[in-house]
């Protein structure tokens, strides 16, 4: 037997750890931004990136990393888990993880790393506004009401004003300072940091109820930006539009008149806030070279969610489109390999075991996710990895008005439906149409049929939508019910509080019948 076999029946039969020494295990610190665009991690011209670049070209890109649900909080409940998002029930921005949970962070700090959670979680449940829940709960009624403020652009400062999002900054030295207080102790610590940016801000002008429609940035951060690097997205027309597509378009406050200049202006302003985004992942990196640990710290770059910044006549995130799944996810430290760029599909719920995996912690079993490791690191050269050739996403949130199953496999990408309406699934070739606008599901039924089992292997979906729909329909009717004499006015002033007025008792018919299924 040769020495190659020996050791490879060996390390699958002991389970290669993650190579360092005893007692010298790796510090792990993540930076997780909200909304960052994956795809421009690399074939970026468009802005520049230096710390991006950086952790790209001394680690590992995943180029075709995605969010296991396009929407903050269930999103970020598929990382911390390792579990996709219907196995925890994690249906909306309101319905996610209890606190009870176990993260990956806990087991760190059971296995004796110090930890730290610093910014933006938003993985339990209980948050967001009364808009946010109610508009998820409320998808299932006869209802297409402007759920968002139209987006716009925000600038201010000058050319010397640099801190725009104030608490991501302030959050930023709070790590900084972290870093610097446990940097010199014997064991090793894990720091997470959660950025708001570069999610578009609150729209103060449509009051208190008011979503994130505002891309705002200073002149600073716009320098950051080559305008002709940025390209002007195609669009169907409204009539052209998937029936799901239409109305998160609808929702979203996108399907009126947009100038070039205007669809220019949002995403100029949106990849400033990449910039100043990788800046403060940038002052991380700083603070770990500058107390001396750098070399012994796993950096981990990566996003909830993306944004389609006026792609498919849309902005924030809820859609299975590229730029709204498609996420940043980048790792560099030691024993990672060094300007590797690794095609594979992998997804947030891999980040679980990974980490684990870095820690020298034993895995769980039954988790979503797999290792990432025997594609980055050194020392699994010739090992082969475990992760299948496909991952999968789902959304049950607002601003779509159907339960959605995402399937990414080869360049094939798969988009399907499962609630009583008969909406047509969509099929995607992105090695021809990586701008997404050809549906190609009529023309290759055998892809369909072997896309559709595939999925069914992981979720039997018809059965989640089914349990979404019960459990919207229960969540609604227990708010209102709460609300006895107030509904009426509690749910005219929500976010849809303009298009609502315009017909408040044909609206609240919508939602009777939706109820109890009466006209």
């Avoid at 590797?340 to 997804?347: F, G, P, W």
């Avoid at 959605?404 to 496999?409: A, I, K, N, S």
Wanted: aromatic residues 12%; charged residues 20%; neutral net charge.
């Amino acid at each position: 037997m040769s020495l190659v076999v020996t050791l490879f029946i060996l390390f699958n039969m002991y389970d290669l750890r993650f190579c360092h020494p005893e007692n010298n295990r790796p510090n792990i610190v993540m930076v997780m931004s909200d909304a960052f665009d994956g795809r421009l991690t690399f074939n970026n011209k468009v802005v520049q990136l230096p710390y991006i670049n950086y952790l790209r070209e001394l680690g590992t890109t995943f180029l075709n990393a995605y969010s296991n649900s396009p929407i903050c909080c269930p999103s970020r409940a598929a990382m911390w888990s390792g579990q996709f998002v219907h196995r925890t029930e994690s249906w909306n921005n309101f319905k996610c993880l209890q606190a009870s949970a176990t993260t990956w962070m806990d087991l760190l700090r059971e296995s004796g790393y110090t930890t730290k959670m610093i910014g933006k979680l938003d993985y339990t449940s209980g948050s967001h506004s009364v808009s946010n829940r109610v508009e998820a709960w409320t998808r299932d009624a006869k209802l297409l009401l402007s759920q968002e403020g139209r987006p716009v652009i925000g600038l201010v400062g000058n050319m010397s004003t640099v801190e725009i999002q104030k608490t991501d900054w302030q959050n930023t030295r709070k790590a900084k300072q972290w870093i610097l207080r446990n940097s010199s102790s014997d064991q090793p610590f894990a720091l997470y940091l959660g950025l708001n940016l570069p999610h578009p801000y609150n729209t103060e002008s449509l009051g208190p109820t008011a979503g994130g429609s505002t891309f705002r940035t200073s002149p600073f951060w716009l320098s950051k930006v080559s305008p002709d690097q940025i390209s002007v997205p195609k669009w169907l027309s409204l009539s052209d539009m998937h029936p799901v597509d239409y109305y998160s378009t609808v929702t979203k406050n996108c399907s009126g008149v947009f100038t070039k200049e205007e669809i220019i202006n949002i995403r100029a302003f949106y990849y400033a806030m990449c910039a100043e985004t990788d800046a403060m992942l940038g002052e991380i990196i700083a603070a770990l070279r500058k107390t001396g640990v750098l070399n012994n710290t796993i950096v981990i770059f990566t996003a909830d969610h993306g944004e389609l910044a006026m792609e498919h006549r849309q902005f924030y995130k809820m859609s299975m489109f590229e730029g709204s799944v498609h996420i940043p996810l980048l790792f560099m430290g030691p024993d990672i390999k060094s300007g590797l760029q690794v095609d594979q599909h992998v997804s947030l719920v891999d980040l679980y075991p990974s980490i684990l995996k870095i820690a020298d912690i034993s895995i769980p079993a039954n988790l979503s996710g797999y290792s990432l490791l025997p594609f980055m690191s050194k020392s699994y050269g010739f090992l082969k990895h475990q992760h299948p050739d496909w991952i999968f996403s789902e959304y049950h949130g607002c601003n779509a008005n159907a339960s959605t199953y995402m399937l990414r496999t080869g360049h094939w990408k798969y988009i399907t439906y499962s609630d009583g309406q008969q909406l047509s699934p969509q099929l995607f070739d992105l090695s021809r149409d990586p701008e997404e606008l050809h549906n190609v599901i009529l023309k290759f039924p055998d892809v369909r049929a072997h896309l559709d089992k595939v999925l069914y292997s992981i979720v039997s979906y018809p059965l989640v939508s089914a349990s979404v729909h019960e459990y919207n329909k229960k969540s609604f009717t227990s708010w209102r019910n709460s609300l006895g004499g107030n509904y009426s006015q509690v749910i005219a002033n929500l976010r849809w509080h303009v298009d609502w007025q315009k017909d408040s008792v044909a609206n609240e018919k919508a939602i009777d019948q939706w109820i109890y299924g009466f006209n």
